[in-house]
Every structure is written in C-alpha cells, then in structure tokens.
C-alpha cells in the first residue's frame, strides 16, 4: 500500500515536472519570437521574418519598438460595406464604423474584452499598410511600375495575402451576421463587403499650439479595398 502510494507521489511529481518543462519552453519560445520581432533588423531576424510576422501578428503585434517607444500619434477606424443579393437585386448597406462601438463599450465597461479587439485591429492595419507599402516599394523598383495594370495587382495580391486583411474579413463575416440580425433581413443568396481604413494624425508636441479637438488640424488618409466576397 506504502509502495502504491510512493508510486503515486512520483508519478504526480514527474508529471508536474513536465509540466514545467513544457510551460517554460513554450514561454521562451514565445518570449524569443516577441523579442526578436522588437530588436533592430539583423540577419537572424531578416532570414525569419515571414515566419515571425505570421507568429506576432495581429495578436501580439506592439506598437513600441525596443529601446525606442513609438508613442500613439494617430486615431484608426475601419469602415465596412455590405453588398446583399437576392433573387439578382443587390441591397447595399451605409457605411458602418465596427471601431466606435467597441469604443463606447469599453468606455463603460472596463472588463470589456472590446479593448482585444480594438488591439487586434490595430495589429492587423499595422501589418495590413506594411505589406501595402512593401509592395509599392517594390513596383516602383521593377519594371511593373511603368504597367498600372499589373502594378495594382500586385498591390492589390499584397493586401489579400496580409494576415491582417483575413483577420478584417473574419470579422466582417460575424458584423454582417448581427447587421442582418438587427435590421431583420433574410439570408441574402450572396453577400459581398468592402472596407475602407481610415487614419486621421493628431497634433503632435510641436505643433501643441494647435486645437487638439479641432478636426481641422488632423491629417487624414485613408485606403479603400476591392469587394471581397464573405457568403
């Protein structure tokens, strides 16, 4: 019975010990990916980067880089668009903000899981305008800069592959799902959407003379996809 017991003991103790183990590797994995995405360009980063952009993003993107914070200097909304058909008429919807609810609810309600969300869209424009930018790098390099043409297909190929674009098309599907809900619709037999983000730049410090709530001295910029079908 004693020696039953014994055996017990060390079994629940290796198990905890493997436990352990697994918890601490799987952390310093996570840790060393995380860190590596923050550090300056350097081979070892540039060798890996698709595959630790595809790991960081758009969950645990930052805003900061190391040793160097990257404070918050512009407002993100991103604006979808529904197109519904039915029996070959299509319906379009207004163009609605999904940013300023989870706004208003995390104002009111600090728990709110909102605020992850908000977080995850601001990673997914982060990586969606960086494989845009890349892509216009590379355009205005090559030959396909001379072909508009084939120059916006490239961009365009860029957006679509961007895990920030699939991230926003995701929730484009469980918005239309309570859009359609709300207004009482039926199931359309096929539903397109089109999305619009919108960065508008505050201010900074040396121009704190300026009105901070006048929307006149913001600059605004934004980006309009192509119609993406989600049904």
Known sequence: MEREINMDNKTTNLGLKLFRLVLIAGLTVHFAIVGMHLMPDNPIKHRYDTEIRHYVFPYFGQSWKLFAPNPVNSNLSI???????KNGKATP???LDICQPLIQE?????WSPSQRILKT?????????ENRSKAYEYVHKEFAAKDSVKSAGIVKKAID?????KAI???AKF??????GKNHMAQPDSSFVMYRVIESKFPRFSKRNLDHFNLNNYQ???IRTHEYRIL
């Open 106 to 110: 995390r104002r009111s309600n600090f």
């Open 169 to 171: 098309l995701s929730y």
């Open 175 to 180: 918005a239309h799902n309570n859009y359609m």
């Open 79 to 85: 604006l979808i668009q529904f197109q519904d058909y």
């Open 220 to 222: 605004y910029s934004q």
């Open 161 to 165: 592959i961007s895990a920030g674009h």
């Open 93 to 95: 919807s207004q163009w």
């Open 121 to 129: 869209f601001s990673g997914s424009v982060m990586n969606l305008l």
